[in-house]
Each structure stands twice: as C-alpha cells, then as structure tokens.
C-alpha cells in the first residue's frame, strides 16, 4: 500500500461522516419551512384583517368629516334666512336646505353603517389573531422537536468537522492540495478504488502500466478519464 494511501482513506472517511452530518441538517430544512410557510398564511390573514381595519375607520372619519361639513353649511343657510328679504333667494335656501338634508340623512345612515362595519373588521382581526395563536400552539411541539434535532446534529456536524480538519493534520501537503481540489469538482469521493481494471468512479480502463504502479502501491495515480485518485483495495 503507498504510505499516503492510508491517512488520504481516512480523511476521506472523515469527509464522508461530515457530508452524513450536512445531509441530516438539510433533512430537517422542509419541515420547518413547512412550519414557517403555515405560519406566514395565518400572519398574512391577520395582517389583511388589521388593514381592513384601517380601511374601515378612514371611511369613517371620512363621512364624519362629510357630515361636519353638511352641517356647517346648514347652519350658515339657517343664519342667512334669518336676514335675506328677497322671496326668491328665500325660497333658493329653503329648497338647498331640504335638499342637503336630505342628503344628510342618508350620510348618516352610511355614518352608523360604517361604524358596524369597523365592529366587524376588528371582530375578523381578532379572529385571525386567534388563529395565528392556534397555528403557533399547535406549531410547538413539533418546533421544539425539530430544534432539539437541529442541536444535535448541528453538534454532530461541527465535531465531524474538527475530526476531518484533524485528519487532515496527517496528509501529505501536495497530496491533500490535490485531494481538496478533486473534492471541489463534480465526483461525490476524490478517492476510488480500482474496479478490476478500470477507474472505480468513471469506469474508463487504466493503461496496464499505471495500473501496476497502483497495485504495487508505488504512487496514487489519477484517472486521466474523470480525475479521481485512484488506489488498489487489495
Ligand atoms: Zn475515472
């Protein structure tokens, strides 16, 4: 076996521990977008219900102010009454005063409408803060579970890493160079062993006489084909 083989399968068997890590902690991902994504559609209801109720109150104190403004103008015709002599102009403001309360009439009717209608959206805004609460409680226990998960593999993850990065402490410099940057391409391991007399990744054949250097462990070769390393289990 070349002397390097050893710590370079070792490392890789550290690689292969924090990839399993990695895997778990992104196993516990859609559960808990699932989670935020229930939780998100309840905060959206609410925060619709609470604009609604903005809503409702602006058109409130828009007919308030309406309404204010009617009844200023009645009270200005009324005074005017009291002084003009002209009939015509008497009559004029007496007919724009039945007119305007007339209108009035009907303002305040859509004045007291729109007083049950601001009732009615805060009853819906506290229904959907119910409603969020219930999501959130029923949320927790699979929460807490998935957190506690999280911990322990998150745990299990860095004290993988710490091990990898110790085994690392054991391969030979240009040799680990060439094994992180095989690590960085597209084949899921740097090393393979030979599968009969091919590359074990790739399958492509290696020429008799690399094939030999590696048998006798007399260097790593690489497949020229796919560029992993490649050793003899044997
Ligand atoms: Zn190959």
Redesign the pocket.
């Known amino acids: 076996m070349h002397p390097d083989l050893e710590a370079l399968l070792t490392l890789q068997a550290k690689d292969q521990d924090v990839t399993k890590s990695e895997q778990a902690l992104a196993a516990l991902e859609p559960d808990v977008r699932r989670l935020d994504e229930q939780l998100a559609v309840a905060q959206r209801a609410l925060d619709a219900a609470r604009r609604a109720i903005d809503d409702a109150l602006r058109r409130k104190d828009e007919l308030e102010g309406k309404i204010a403004n009617y009844k200023t103008m009645q009270d200005q015709r009324r005074q005017k009454l009291e002084w003009v002599r002209g009939a015509k102009e008497a009559s004029t403001l007496m007919a724009e005063l039945d007119l305007t309360r007339t209108v009035l009439a009907k303002e305040e009717a859509e004045f007291m409408r729109s007083g049950d209608a601001v009732h009615d959206a805060e009853r819906k805004a506290a229904e959907a803060e119910r409603a969020l609460d219930a999501v959130r409680d029923a949320q927790a226990p699979e929460r807490e579970a998935l957190a506690g998960k999280r911990e322990a593999v998150s745990g299990d993850l860095s004290a993988a890493r710490g091990i990898r990065t110790e085994a690392t402490r054991s391969v030979n410099g240009a040799l680990l160079s060439r094994y992180e940057r095989i690590r960085r391409g597209k084949a899921p391991l740097a090393l393979?062993a030979l599968h009969g007399d091919a590359?074990g990744?790739?399958?492509?054949a290696v020429p008799t006489q690399r094939r030999v250097l590696i048998q006798r462990g007399a260097s790593i070769e690489t497949?020229e084909?796919?560029?992993?390393l490649l050793y003899s289990a044997e």
């Open positions: 393979y590359c990744h790739c399958f492509t497949c084909a796919c560029g992993v």
